[in-house]
DNA sequence: GATTGATCATAC
DNA sequence: GTATGATCAATC
């Protein structure tokens, strides 16, 4: 397996690699670029993402800039099953709290980090060990008309929910597509947002999340099925 | 069995 | 604490 560390410079580069590790099996990736397998996922959740940067030259994680420097394209792993169906739901972003009641859908987080998105399907059963997991086929992804105006959607009715003031109400049963669920290291993180009357609220930080059906979707509209 | 709310690791 | 990468696990 050939593999750079240096970051790729064009889509079709980009494509190239992913294109090399799909069918192989972590244990190998992992090998290539050095990273200790672990025994599972519960204490290193973001191994499989982290392990997948590395064998494409993503520039290192944790930083607020697009994974691939140059290309805008954002990097995402997704969980499936044997027939190719979603694991789990997928972060996108973090809620902007105080300001989202303010932004336009044009100029939302959500929008921008959906905008290009290279997406790599990995065997996630639990059941089966992590190194024999296998890597699935690339797709790199942009929303279609009709998708972009499904997120558009949803992005304005749960920013409306927490632009008036009503984070505690919102819950992740909100949004056919996106949703709005708890992210933080733990419960007793704080984050700043408003209240009804435009006061200062404390309460957990959240993230827009895809739902698992919506992620499912692109894939199969991709590769048939 | 699917889904929501809770949580885990690491870099800075 | 804030950002990145996500999956776990209790509950519906």
Redesign the pocket.
């Known amino acids: 397996m050939q593999l750079s560390l240096m970051a790729p410079r064009s889509e079709a580069e980009l494509m190239a690699r992913a294109e090399a590790l799909a069918g192989r099996v972590l244990r190998d990736v992992a090998a290539v670029v050095s990273m200790p397998v672990p025994a599972?996922?519960?204490?290193?959740?973001?191994?499989?993402?982290?392990l997948?940067?590395r064998a494409l030259g993503?520039s290192?994680?944790?930083?607020?800039?697009p994974?691939f420097v140059g290309l805008d394209v954002?990097?995402?792993?997704?969980?499936v099953d044997e027939r190719g169906?979603a694991?789990?739901?997928?972060?996108v972003?973090?809620v902007?709290l105080r300001e989202i009641g303010e932004v336009d859908w044009a100029e939302s987080r959500v929008r921008r980090k959906l905008a290009r998105v290279l997406w790599?399907p990995?065997e996630?059963m639990?059941h089966k060990p992590l190194g024999d997991r296998r890597v699935g086929a690339p797709l790199l992804w942009s929303p279609t008309r009709e998708q972009e105006e499904a997120l558009r959607f949803d992005w304005e009715e749960l920013a409306g929910v927490i632009g008036r003031g009503d984070i505690e109400s919102l819950?992740?049963?909100l949004g056919r597509h996106l949703?709005v669920?708890?992210?933080?290291?733990?419960?007793?993180?704080?984050?700043?947002s408003i209240d009804a009357e435009g006061g200062m609220l404390e309460t957990?930080?959240r993230?827009f999340?895809l739902?698992?059906?919506f992620t499912e979707a692109i894939l199969r509209q991709a590769f048939g099925g």
Do not use: M
């Open positions: 599972d996922l519960r204490h290193h959740k973001g191994w499989v993402g982290h997948v940067e993503a290192a994680a944790s930083r607020d800039e994974d954002e990097l995402k792993t997704l969980p169906h694991l789990e739901s997928t972060f972003c973090t902007p790599i990995i996630g639990r819950t992740g049963h949703q669920r708890p992210k933080a290291a733990h419960g007793g993180v704080r984050a700043r957990l930080p993230g999340y739902r698992a059906q």
